[in-house]
């Protein structure tokens, strides 16, 4: 299975602060997705980054990829309480998703 | 577009009964995701269509499950018998393309076997 492993596996922060997820995997991959899961709902598609991609960028949301260390970074900027919820890495060569990251802003 | 519609949104039954979720996807998406959710196991892939084919059921946890597609827009998936430890999120998905493209979900179905 090629599913990712998000680190951490909760994170609580304060309203405007940023927040950092990490997402590790073992073998080479296509692209690398990033979703969103609000409590008791369907995940929600953030952004993709293709493998010859090393950055990218969407609103308030960063993704980095480094393809030599396997591993990718979101990075919220001046979270709001709405960004509480859990986000998944996703390398849909495969279509399995990791345990995901909880993130708790607090107002 | 109204987006991957699934039904039940709930569902409570009791052990040993059939259970039959639904789900309708994207017009014009020819994959389909059936997904699993619980505390203890998180996320878990079933099986996926290409075309109304299964691609891939290595994921169905045993005889009891099993999944059609005599569509293109409908898929069920069904356990029978039904036992308590079934009990989860069951997310239905789909998507465009294999890889290169975001997957849509459904509002899930809660099934609670008593």
């Known amino acids: 299975s090629q599913q990712g492993e998000e680190d951490p596996q909760a994170l609580s922060i304060q309203e405007g602060e940023n927040a950092t997820m990490n997402c590790s995997y073992k073998?080479?991959?296509?692209?690398l997705q990033w979703y969103r899961q609000n409590s008791g709902r369907g995940l929600v598609h953030l952004i993709l980054?293709?493998?010859?991609?090393r950055e990218k960028h969407s609103g308030r949301l960063r993704v980095t990829l480094d393809t030599s260390k396997k591993s990718s970074s979101l990075l919220i900027t001046a979270s709001r309480a709405a960004d509480t919820a859990s986000y998944f890495c996703a390398m849909l060569n495969d279509m399995r998703f990791g345990a995901g990251t909880r993130l708790t802003v607090k107002p | 577009d109204a987006g991957v519609i699934q039904s039940p949104r709930h569902e409570v039954t009791e052990m040993g009964q059939e259970v039959t979720l639904r789900c309708k996807p994207i017009s014009g998406h020819d994959y389909l995701f059936w997904y699993r959710q619980t505390m203890m196991r998180g996320l878990e892939l079933l099986i996926y269509f290409n075309n109304n084919v299964p691609i891939d059921d290595s994921g169905m946890p045993e005889d009891r499950f099993s999944a059609k597609m005599p569509n293109a827009s409908f898929s069920t998936l069904k356990i029978q018998p039904s036992e308590p430890r079934d009990s989860a999120v069951y997310f239905c998905?789909?998507?465009?393309?294999?890889?290169?493209?975001?997957?849509?979900f459904g509002p899930g179905t809660r099934l609670l076997v008593l």
């Open positions: 980054i293709r493998s010859n991609e």
């Open positions: 998905a789909s998507s465009g393309g294999q890889g290169l493209t975001a997957q849509y």
């Open positions: 073998t080479s991959i296509n692209n």
